[in-house]
């Protein structure tokens, strides 16, 4: 993974309060662990999960690791108190219960909990692609064009190449290089896969070959734009394998996890920086998301396509976001930190304004 020179922009860096104050700020760092999961992806998770708790400890707050191994949250979180702790959720779901991601925010926020990332609402808009889309059609903010189709019949769709999609769900799930379609019989036949697999409803965009960027920000108010990511295709000839699907996010040797390069900071012209980073506030605002969020944005011929909204991505250590915050001059810890942090502001006893 190439992450470029080490970058510093000037920003006015808005820290959390000093190390002593962070000594005074417990946090819960609830993440699940699914018994159903491989051996190998609990242990990835786990040793992920430590070295987030370790580089948290590093600059001054207690830490409390709390796995969640089954869809009981509410017993999970009964030893703690939601006055005492603010909770780091890195939670994408509760075991045995699909697509619960909000679930789980709905839940500590029942509960009293004052925790990261987005509210519950937000997750699930951002889980229906569609929905997202009339968002940001409404407020102006270019998308590529898009049908929804509950039926592998598309005669009303003329526009090639296109990308077909599940229209909820996350991680590019069912997306490969067959979901890049030139003809409207490989449409056709690949919304079929897709109703097979994943149900109704398929998800039609324009496809938009050109440079992707992922774009990570946080804050409340005042949103900062962290130094955009670009996924670097060069090694690919066929635009069907210029995407970042399924394989290149959780399958090593295959050639997109291989061969596609993460570039940060992306090399932008300064016109090119400011235009990505109005669109990436116009987006995260338009959407409602909370604390922080990454945003996947294509360019074409000088315009720049909003492709998905994630308003609770992952802050692996080795993920664009992580490796954005440290182009911005933050350690792993103050990265967590500085979620833990706004999270606080909410919270009736802890919080620090």
């Known amino acids: 993974m190439r992450t470029g020179s080490a ?3 000037g ?9 002593d104050e962070r000594g005074r700020l417990p946090v819960l760092l609830l993440h699940d662990l699914d018994p159903a999961w491989s051996i190998s992806d609990q242990e990835n998770a786990a040793g992920a999960v430590a070295e987030l708790e370790a580089a948290l400890r590093e600059v001054g707050h207690p830490v409390v690791s709390l796995p969640v191994r089954h869809a009981d949250l509410e017993a999970c979180l009964r030893p703690f108190s939601p006055d005492e702790q603010v909770v780091l959720n890195w939670c994408e779901g509760l075991p045995g219960l699909p697509r619960s991601e909000a679930l789980v925010a709905r839940k500590l926020a029942a509960l009293g909990f004052a925790y990261t990332g987005s509210p519950a609402d937000v997750l699930v808009l951002c889980w229906d692609k569609p929905r ?13 064009s898009w049908r929804v189709y509950d039926v592998p019949r598309a005669e009303d769709w003329g526009s090639f190449p296109a990308i077909v999609k599940p229209a909820r769900e996350h991680c590019s799930y069912g997306i490969s290089n067959r979901s890049v379609v030139w003809t409207r019989r490989e449409l056709e036949e690949q919304i079929a896969w897709v109703l097979e697999n994943y149900g109704r409803p398929v998800l039609v965009e324009d496809f938009i070959d050109g440079r992707e960027f992922h774009v990570s920000l946080w804050g409340n108010g005042y949103v900062q734009v962290l130094p955009p990511a670009e996924m670097d295709f060069s090694a690919f000839d066929d635009p069907r394998q210029r995407l970042c699907d399924f394989d290149a996010k959780f399958t090593p040797g295959s050639p997109s996890y291989e061969h596609i390069q993460v570039r940060v900071p992306a090399p932008l012209g300064r016109e090119e920086q400011a235009c990505l980073e109005r669109l990436a506030r116009a987006t995260y605002q338009a959407t409602g998301c909370r604390d ?13 396509y909003v492709l998905d909204v994630n308003p609770n991505p992952d802050i692996s250590a080795d993920t664009s976001t992580a490796i954005a915050a440290a182009m911005a001059g933050y350690s792993y810890g ?12 909410r919270h009736p006893l802890l919080g620090f304004r």
């Open 7 to 9: 970058l510093r922009h």
């Open 11 to 19: 920003w006015a860096r808005r820290m959390p309060p000093g190390t």
């Open 132 to 144: 997202v889309k009339r968002v940001l059609e409404r407020r102006g903010i270019p998308t590529p």
């Open 292 to 304: 922080y969020a990454r945003l996947d944005i294509r360019l074409r011929d000088g315009v720049f």
């Open 334 to 345: 103050e990265l967590g930190s500085r979620l833990v942090y706004l999270a606080a502001s």
